[in-house]
C-alpha cells in the first residue's frame, strides 16, 4: 500500500473514524493499492457537525474581506504545488497528468472567483421614505456539506469549498470513496493558507454517511454532485428534512452536427469531448447527431480519435466494473445492428495490464432507441445518429431526460441561434465541444441533470450558500438639528 490509512479530517486534526470497516483504494493507471478508505458512521459526522458548528459563530462574524485573504493564500498554494496536486488525482482517478494539471488550475480559478466576492456580494439599500431605509445583506447559512463524485477529485471539491466557506460557513465534505486521497491533501492546503480549524471537515465514507448528512439536524445545506439515481435520493432525503438542496446529476450531451461544419475542428472539438478525462465528464460529448451529409466529418472524427493512445493521451475510467460496462454497451449496441467504425475494447497497455482502459471508440448508426443512445456511458464513446434535419436532431436532443449540454458545430449562425434557443440543455455550446462557462458565469443543467434552484459556481451559488436579511429601519434625518437640545 502507497499511503498510510486514510482519516478523517475534523477539528483541524486527521483523525481516524470510529469504524473499521474500509474499502480499498485502487489506482486505476496500474491497479496499485493506494490505501484505504475509511466508512465512516453517523458518529463521525456528528464529531464533525459539532466542531463546524463551534467555529462557525467567530468564522461568520470574520468580515468577508478578511474570509477571502485565506483564499487568496489558497489560490496560491494551489498553484505551488499543482505538480504534486496532479500526480496525486492522476494516481487515483487515472486521468492523464495534463488533463490533473488542468483540473487543479480550474479550481485555482475557482479560487480566484472566491476572492472576487467581497466585490459582487453587496447588498441593497434605499430610503423607502423620508428617514426609513430598507437595507438587505447576504448571511451564512451555517453549517453545510457537500457531497462529491469521482471524476473531479479536486476540481468538484473546489466548485463549493471557496465561495461556501468564503460567504461565512463551516463546511463538512464526503469525498468519493473511489479517489479520497486528494481532498486530504486540499484540508492540509487549507490550513496553510490560515483556515481557522473546525470551519472546513472532512468525513469519509459512501451511502451511510451521505444518508447521515440529509437526517443530521445540524447541517442546514446539502451540495451534491453524481449520478442521477442518487441526485434525485439526496435531493429527495435532504428537503425531506427541510434542508436547503442543490443536487447536480448525470448527463448524455448531444453534439448536433451539421453538413456547413469546419470539418477539422468539429473532429478535434468531439474527440476532446468525448475522449477528454476518458470520457468521464458530465459535459463529455456521448452522442453525435449528424444532420444531412456529414461522412467527410465523421472520417476525420475517425482519425482524430485513433490519435487518442490509451495509457498516453487517453487515461483510464475509474475501475474493472465501469470498464466491463463501458465495453457491454458497445458490444450490445454492435449486435442491435450499430457499425462500430473505431472499436476501443479491451486496448493492450503495455507495462499497465491491471490498469482499467478503454480505447476511443467511435459507432455509427446507433438507433435512438438503442440504451447507448439513451443512457450516460462515461466512457471514450461517441454513438452517431442519423438525421435529414436540425428539427429531427433536436428532437432527439429534447427527448432525452438530461439536460446538462448540449452543442451545435456550423457556420451559419441563424442556425447556432436557433440551436441555442430550442436544445433542452442548461449549458449550449456552439462549435464548442465542452461548453463550461467560466468564472464569473455559472456551471449547471437542467432537467435531470440538476434538481433544486440555482446552479453551483458563479454569482449563482451565492443564493445557494447564504440567506438574505432584509432590515428596515427609521431614524429620524433632522433628529441632529437637535443633537445638543
Ligand atoms: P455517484 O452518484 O455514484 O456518487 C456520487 C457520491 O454519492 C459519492 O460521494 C458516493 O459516495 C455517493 N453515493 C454513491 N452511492 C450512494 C447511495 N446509494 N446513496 C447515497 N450516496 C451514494 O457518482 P460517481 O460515479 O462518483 O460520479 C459520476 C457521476 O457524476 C456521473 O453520472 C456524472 O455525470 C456525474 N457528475 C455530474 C456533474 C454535474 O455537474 N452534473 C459533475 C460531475 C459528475
Redesign the pocket.
Known amino acids: 500500500m502507497k499511503y498510510s490509512p486514510i482519516q478523517n479530517y475534523i477539528n483541524g486534526q486527521f483523525i481516524d473514524a470510529a469504524t473499521d470497516q474500509t474499502l480499498a483504494v485502487i489506482s486505476p493507471v496500474d491497479g496499485t493499492q493506494l490505501s484505504t478508505v475509511p466508512l465512516s458512521t453517523a458518529q463521525d459526522l456528528d464529531a464533525a457537525v459539532k466542531a463546524a458548528k463551534a467555529a462557525f459563530p467567530a468564522w461568520s462574524r470574520t468580515t468577508i474581506k478578511e474570509r477571502v485573504q485565506v483564499f487568496f493564500r489558497y489560490k496560491a498554494l494551489l498553484e505551488k504545488n499543482i505538480n504534486e496536486l496532479a500526480a496525486l488525482v492522476q494516481e487515483e482517478n487515472g486521468k492523464t497528468y495534463d488533463e490533473a494539471v488542468a483540473e487543479i488550475e480550474k479550481g485555482a480559478e475557482l479560487a480566484e472567483f472566491a476572492c472576487s466576492l467581497p466585490q459582487i456580494v453587496t447588498g441593497e439599500i434605499l430610503e423607502v421614505s423620508r428617514g426609513v431605509e430598507c437595507r438587505t445583506e447576504h448571511v451564512p447559512l451555517g453549517v453545510v456539506a457537500s457531497?462529491?463524485?469521482?471524476?473531479?477529485p479536486s476540481m468538484?471539491p473546489n466548485w463549493t469549498i471557496p465561495n461556501a466557506i468564503a460567504l461565512g460557513n463551516c463546511m463538512i465534505i464526503?469525498?468519493?470513496?473511489?479517489v479520497p486521497l486528494s481532498v486530504g491533501r486540499l484540508a492540509e492546503l487549507l490550513q496553510e493558507a490560515g483556515l481557522p480549524k473546525g470551519v472546513f471537515n472532512v468525513v469519509h465514507?459512501?451511502?451511510e454517511i451521505?444518508?447521515a448528512i440529509c437526517d443530521h439536524p445540524g447541517i442546514e445545506a446539502v451540495s451534491?454532485?453524481?449520478?442521477?439515481?442518487?441526485?434525485k435520493?439526496?435531493y429527495k432525503r435532504a428537503t425531506s428534512n427541510y434542508k436547503r438542496c442543490l443536487a447536480?446529476?448525470?448527463?448524455k450531451n448531444h453534439l448536433i452536427v451539421l453538413p456547413d461544419a469546419i470539418p477539422g475542428m468539429t473532429a478535434q472539438n468531439i474527440t476532446a469531448s468525448m475522449a477528454g478525462c476518458a470520457g468521464?465528464?458530465?459535459m463529455a460529448a456521448s452522442a453525435m447527431v449528424a444532420v444531412g451529409p456529414v461522412d467527410h466529418i465523421i472520417e476525420k472524427l475517425c482519425e482524430e480519435a485513433q490519435k487518442m493512445v490509451p495509457g498516453k493521451n487517453l487515461g483510464a475510467v475509474?475501475n474493472r466494473a465501469s470498464k466491463d460496462r463501458i465495453e457491454r454497451y458497445i458490444t450490445e449496441a454492435e449486435s442491435q445492428g450499430a457499425k462500430v467504425l473505431v472499436d476501443g475494447r479491451n486496448p493492450t497497455v503495455e507495462g499497465k495490464e491491471e490498469g482499467t482502459y478503454v480505447g476511443p471508440t467511435v459507432i455509427d448508426y446507433v438507433r435512438p432507441d438503442m440504451a447507448i443512445a439513451q443512457e450516460?456511458i462515461?466512457g471514450p464513446v461517441i454513438s452517431i445518429m442519423r438525421t435529414n434535419t436540425v428539427d429531427e436532431a433536436l428532437a432527439i436532443e429534447n427527448a432525452n431526460p438530461y439536460g446538462?449540454a448540449a452543442s451545435v458545430f456550423t457556420q451559419n449562425g441563424g442556425m447556432a441561434r436557433y440551436v441555442i434557443d430550442k436544445a433542452s440543455a442548461g449549458m449550449v455550446g456552439v462549435n464548442v465541444g465542452v461548453p463550461v462557462p467560466r468564472e464569473p458565469f455559472s456551471?449547471?443543467?437542467w432537467n435531470d441533470?440538476?434538481f433544486g434552484v440555482g446552479d453551483?459556481t458563479g454569482k449563482s451559488s451565492i443564493e445557494f450558500w447564504t440567506k438574505l436579511k432584509k432590515s428596515t429601519t427609521k431614524w429620524n434625518p433632522e433628529a441632529g438639528i437637535n443633537w445638543m437640545s
Open positions: 457531497i462529491v463524485p469521482f471524476n473531479f468538484v464526503k469525498p468519493s470513496e473511489k465514507g459512501d451511502r451521505v444518508e451534491f454532485v453524481g449520478s442521477t439515481k442518487i441526485a435520493a439526496v447536480l446529476g448525470g448527463a468521464q465528464r458530465c475509474i450516460e462515461f446538462n456551471f449547471g443543467g441533470s440538476r453551483i
